[in-house]
Nanobody, 125 residues
């Protein structure tokens, strides 16, 4: 069983940066891939990026590539989502998720076995 807890959300202004954290517990993570998703009001959950714990390889959605960066801290069992140049349409609930998948795509919600509760990010003008 993997438990995930996001934190770091809040209210920011357009152009600001924010870093979200996802603290993981419950088992070893070297064989997991960690993903970040978001759900904006009235929209489906959207893939943002993923990081494979074993080799720190990453994959990003085109919509956030160059603005968002995923990283990890092995000692803290924590994955981060650094978000820069935030825009109004980045307003959403942000989720981290864990998948046992080690190859192929990580872009679909059904590939993930564990989810955090989400953290709200609101970007104002």
């Amino acid at each position: 069983q993997v438990r995930l807890a996001e934190s770091g959300g809040g209210l920011v202004q357009a152009g600001d940066s924010l870093r979200l954290s996802c603290a993981a517990s419950g088992r070893t993570f070297s064989d997991l891939t960690m993903g970040w998703f978001r759900r904006a009001p009235g929209r489906q959950r959207e893939f943002l990026g993923a990081l494979r714990w074993s080799d720190s390889s990453t994959d990003y959605a085109d919509s956030v590539k160059g603005r968002f960066t995923i990283s990890k801290d092995n000692a803290k069992n924590t994955v981060y989502l650094q978000m820069n140049s935030l825009q109004l349409d980045d307003t959403a609930v942000y989720y981290c998720a864990a998948s046992g998948r080690q190859s192929g795509t990580y872009r679909y919600t059904f590939l993930y076995d564990y989810w955090g509760q989400g953290t709200q990010v609101t970007v104002s003008s």
